[in-house]
């Protein structure tokens, strides 16, 4: 795993662990003997590290974490390097990462390919730099630079890293052959001067004042999360004690977070995020084996919200759009609309004038599907009425080219229904976009039953091309995503048991959501919600009123539709389940007591006995009765794999990473217990279908061996 040679009085120590050469047991000792043998060669005059293949070590072998490990760990190999009697250098391509940058502060001269790129993303993973990168860093580039990069994981170029001091050249051509130069031109220079354990911290004297400030940015940008601040009492060690203590401390704070929840959870995401991009469909046909359709522009149907959204997400990438809406008047509105988004994105430092004006070189407006005969892909995003959605469908089938992809962005219809209307249902699929599309970063896409592995492929090639995480759903009612959400169910129970909107909020956000589900719905319109219960009541051919509180045998909160009929749209009329001050534009929910009164009037007229709801209550039924949910969607093969569902959790609903996901939150509980609790629910609330236990979840938790393994138990402590 480490090659060894000698050329022209260099020991050369080629790091060969594909793919990203981390720094696995083997590559450790390979290191640690190469430069002991090195050392004591009499021939060889300086040492160069470098990666075999696309780069230098991009960190420790993340794999290795969930393992009881072996030595020789990375510190040791590290001081290896630095008390080598003969120089060592660092040559860094690719992404010299985390524990490989570690292994390069180490060598005594870091050399830098120009297009390399340098960083410690370990607080991504709920760590910090634990083989003494807390305690060089600063050494090189002062506290300042040292407390941003650790403390946000960011990747930094090399001609940043040498401006900051932590590479000593940057070179293009051929990396080693500039390697070998650059030695020639320092050798016989006394090392103890490029020994970083032997240096001070220059603006030591300055920790406290940067140490505050600091900190006060971490808890606002990061609630609830305890790495950052873990990185940045480990910097500020480095700063305060002898180098051995500090590193000592840093190894403490090192250990206490690997040893947590939330860096098993935010190492379980790294590889979830990974495997939800592979895929299998129950044909055989896999993301190994299907390859996808170029797509070289798209047409939007619906400037709405959403269309407007998607078609921004895919003129940003540089597809060309054809954006239709149902006349002119509409059209320019929406046009002038998304003109507005991307200078938004110009103000905040997220595009350039000259990329909004190439964005909207390339979009098009259409008051007619006519034009469409030529495009790739058609993504639909009209209102959601699977009439209106099949008649689109229709046309576009006689109107489109016989190879076009024809998608819906259907938040919850049946992907076979619409495609049963076109004469190439292997060319429909979903792709379901979050609000608002050109922020959300996930994009749901979902087969039916005859959808096409070329399909798949392309609409989850395109959604990595735009920026976005893809994750695949078979089609059913809802979708991996909206079929699990029962937060929103559970609440509205909730709140006629007894809790308030704002109490329930306040639970899910110090859990670690963004926001509570109340302000959610206020923000995305009451209205939604209330088309989506319409469309299902049409649906079973019933009609919903303000007293309904069954809808064929299952309990129904009429709560939202209450709102509905007052006009409280949410944050668009300034008024929904909180009230907001329209006046000076302010997106602030404010409690309003006339909601207070209309739950307990609703209350009252049905005859709900009010009681004291616990917050334990609120996460157990908000969450357990998902997590059911989730259970049966694996049971089915809506979703292959826990993974999947975690991640759309994370980028769609912006479930907090540090907790993995409600599927590896479940895992983390313990499934038995999450069980008990569902089938307890389930006794206590027998007219809510989603509370009825998962068969899978069952035979997990009695029958464990005879469940094929999940994938997330491999890298966690998970406990049943
Ligand atoms: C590197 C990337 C930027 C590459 O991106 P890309 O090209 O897009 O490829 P990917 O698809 O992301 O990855 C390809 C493939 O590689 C896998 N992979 C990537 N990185 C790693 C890794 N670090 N380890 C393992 N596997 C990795 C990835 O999963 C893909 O495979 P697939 O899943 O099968 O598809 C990008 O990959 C990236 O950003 N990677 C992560 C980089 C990172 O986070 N690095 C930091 C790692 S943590 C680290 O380095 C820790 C440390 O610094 C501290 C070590 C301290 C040790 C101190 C220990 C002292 C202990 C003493 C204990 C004593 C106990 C006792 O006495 O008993
Ligand atoms: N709003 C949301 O948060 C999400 C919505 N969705 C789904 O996206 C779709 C669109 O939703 P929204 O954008 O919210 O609705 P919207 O009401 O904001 O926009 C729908 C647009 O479609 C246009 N339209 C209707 N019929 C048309 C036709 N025949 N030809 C051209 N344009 C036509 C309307 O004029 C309107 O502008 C729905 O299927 C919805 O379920 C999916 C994810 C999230």
Partial sequence: MVDYRVEDQFAILEINNPPVNALSLHVREGLLNGVLRASADNNVKAIILIGKGKTFPSGADIKEFSRPGKAPWLPEVGHTIESSNKPVFSALHGTALGGGLEIALFSHYRIAEKTAKVGFPEVH???????EGTIRLPRLTGLVIAMEMITSGRQVSAKEALKFGIVDKVVEGNLLKETKAFAKSVLGQPLEPRKLSLCGVKDAD??????EAALKELLKKYRGVIAPVSCLKSIRGS??????????????????LMSGAQSAALRYSFFAERAASRWNLPNGASSANSKPLTIKSAAVIGAGTMGSGIAICLIRSGIPVILVEQNEKMLENALRNIGYILQGSVKLGRMTVDQRSDCLRI??????????KDVDIVIEAVYENLKLKQEIFEKLDKICKPTALLCSNTSTLDIDLIASVTSKPDRVAGTHFFAPAYIMKLLENIYGSKTSPITVATIMDLGKKIGKISVLSKTCDGFIANRMNKIGTEA???????????????????????????KVSDLSGIDIGWSIRQEMAKKQGITLTLETHYVSGERYSSLADRLYNLGRLGLKTGKGWYRYNNASNSRKPIIDPDVTDMILNHCEKLRIKRRQISPQEIIERCLYATVNEGFKILEEGVAEKPEDIDIVWQYGFSFPRYRGGPMFYASQVGLKKVYERICYYHESFPYSKHWLPSDLLKKLVSHPNEVPINLWMNYTNSKL
Avoid: N, W
Avoid at 243 to 253: F, G, M, Q, V, W
Avoid at 363 to 372: M, R, V
Avoid at 501 to 517: A, T
């Fill in 125 to 131: 993973l709920g760590l910090l730099p634990g083989a």
């Fill in 206 to 211: 300055q920790v406290d004042k940067y140490y």
């Fill in 239 to 256: 700063a305060q004690l002898p180098y051995k203590e500090a590193a000592e401390l840093e190894r403490t704070l090192f250990s206490e």
């Fill in 363 to 372: 979009l098009q407006g259409a008051a007619s599907i006519e034009k469409l």
């Fill in 492 to 518: 509205a129970f909730l709140v006629e048991e007894g809790a308030l909107p704002h109490d329930i909020d306040q639970v899910l956000e110090d859990f670690g959501m963004p926001m509570g589900v109340f």
